[in-house]
C-alpha cells in the first residue's frame, strides 16, 4: 500500500475519533451542569433517571412554600419564569454557579414576612439599607453582578417565582 494513502487513512480515522471523544465529553458536561432543567417526562439520559429537587404536583411543599412567601402562587408559572430568569446564574440543584444554588435556599433565607420578594424586586435597596443577609449575600459571591432587579416582571410574576424558588429541595 502506498505509505501516502495510509497516512491519509490514518488521519481521517484520527479526526474522526477525535470529534467522536468531544462530542461525548460536550454531552457529558451538559448532562452535568444542565441536567437539573430537563423536564420530568424526558426519557432518562444513558439509563439514569434524573430527579428534580422538587415536585409541582405536591401539595405539602405548595403548602409550604405559599407559608413561606405568605401568598398563593402558580408553581408552573414559577419553573417557566425562574428558568426562563434566573437559571444563567442560579442551579436547581446544590451545585454553584455565578449565584448561590436555589436547591434549598428557603432554609437559608431570612424568615421575614416577604423578605424574598423583596430581594428579587430590588436587592440593592436591602443591601444599601444595611441588612446583614443582602450584606452577607454579597460578600459570598463577590463576583455575581447582583441584578435582582426584574423590573420587567409584575407582582404576580415574582411572587410565581419565589413561591417555585421556595419548594425547590
Known amino acids: ?3 501516502q494513502k495510509l497516512i491519509t487513512k490514518l488521519t481521517r480515522a484520527v479526526l474522526i475519533l477525535t470529534v467522536m471523544v468531544f462530542a461525548l465529553l460536550f454531552t457529558l458536561l451538559y448532562h452535568i451542569y ?3 432543567t430537563v423536564e420530568q417526562e424526558h426519557p432518562p439520559v ?3 433517571i434524573i430527579e428534580l429537587p ?7 411543599d405548595y403548602r409550604m412554600a405559599a407559608n413561606f412567601i405568605q401568598h398563593d402562587f402558580s408553581p408552573q408559572n414559577g419553573e417557566r419564569l425562574t428558568k426562563e430568569n434566573c437559571i444563567v446564574c442560579h442551579k436547581l440543584s446544590d451545585h454553584q454557579l455565578v449565584g448561590p444554588p436555589l436547591y434549598n435556599l428557603i432554609n437559608t ?4 414576612e416577604n423578605w424574598l420578594l423583596y430581594y428579587l424586586s430590588n436587592s440593592d435597596s436591602l443591601f444599601n439599607a ?5 450584606i452577607a449575600l454579597r460578600e459570598a459571591y463577590p463576583n455575581s ?18 413561591g417555585f424558588v421556595a419548594m425547590v429541595h
Open 1 to 3: 500500500m502506498n505509505p
Open 34 to 36: 444542565f441536567s437539573d
Open 46 to 48: 444513558c439509563g439514569v
Open 54 to 60: 422538587y415536585d409541582l404536583e405536591s401539595k405539602e
Open 109 to 112: 433565607l431570612p424568615k421575614q
Open 130 to 134: 444595611g441588612d446583614t443577609h443582602a
Open 145 to 162: 453582578e447582583w441584578n435582582h432587579t426584574l423590573g420587567s416582571l409584575n407582582p404576580t410574576e415574582l411572587v410565581d417565582i419565589a
